[in-house]
T-cell receptor, first 112, second 112 residues
Framework: ETGVTQTPRHLVMGMTNKKSLKCEQH?????MYWYKQSAKKPLELMFV???????ENNSVPSRFSPECPNSSHLFLHLHTLQPEDSALYLC???????????FGPGTRLTVL | KQEVTQIPAALSVPEGENLVLNCSFT??????LQWFRQDPGKGLTSLLL?????REQTSGRLNASLDKSSGRSTLYIAASQPGDSATYLC???????????FGRGTSLIVHP
């Protein structure tokens, strides 16, 4: 176990639904990340939350909305998604500027 | 903007061979370089982290080297085993940032 958990592990939703992905880290880290992994594309950073900053990838559509209520929890709120948003969504955590990133198992999202 | 290239994209070898996976990056002003392993449909597992001041790191049958000046890293896998079958990802931060940019990965299959 990596100490980073994600729920749900699988999600199927229609384009009009609203859902949320949850990530929790038990490693005492101070930075958390959301990544999108689509078939045949590099891992794409979506958002970063840390003590120092919040970073957004400007290419991420507004139908994805992150929330980080504290250093251990990270959410990704989803609304009116498109079929091309179907992908594996990965959460990671780290100590800022040190150490490696630790990844959760991912949520496999399918948008119908 | 950091660009990370991994060669080869795919590799299929018989068990027992020694392997070299390559990673190149365009911006050499980096904090570190990481190698990850990803099994199908799963999250990423950190294999080796090389700090910018280091030349190499070793863990068991894995050895990773870093040549910052030429923008290259190699991952050497000794005496490959079927259990090594996975996708291997190289991740390098953009200049001055701790946030990594990922390559597309090398998909490795080791046949018994």
């Amino acid at each position: 176990e990596t100490g980073v958990t994600q729920t749900p592990r699988h999600l199927v939703m229609g384009m009009t639904n609203k859902k949320s992905l949850k990530c929790e880290q038990h490693l005492g880290h101070n930075a958390m990340y959301w990544y999108k992994q689509s078939a045949k594309k590099p891992l794409e950073l979506m958002f970063v939350y840390s003590l120092e900053e919040r970073v957004e990838n400007n290419s991420v559509p507004s139908r994805f909305s992150p929330e980080c209520p504290n250093s251990s929890h990270l959410f990704l709120h989803l609304h009116t998604l498109q079929p091309e948003d179907s992908a594996l969504y990965l959460c990671a955590s780290s100590q800022v500027r040190r150490d490696t990133q630790y990844f959760g198992p991912g949520t496999r999202l399918t948008v119908l | 903007k950091q660009e990370v290239t991994q060669i080869p994209a795919a590799l299929s070898v018989p068990e027992g061979e020694n392997l070299v996976l390559n990673c190149s990056f365009t911006d050499s002003a980096i904090y570190n370089l990481q190698w990850f392993r990803q099994d199908p449909g799963k999250g990423l597992t950190s294999l080796l982290l090389i700090q910018s001041s280091q030349r190499e790191q070793t863990s068991g049958r894995l050895n990773a080297s870093l040549d910052k000046s030429s923008g290259r890293s190699t991952l050497y896998i000794a005496a490959s085993q079927p259990g090594d079958s996975a996708t291997y990802l190289c991740a390098v931060p953009s200049g001055g940032s701790y946030i990594p940019t990922f390559g597309r990965g090398t998909s490795l299959i080791v046949h018994p």
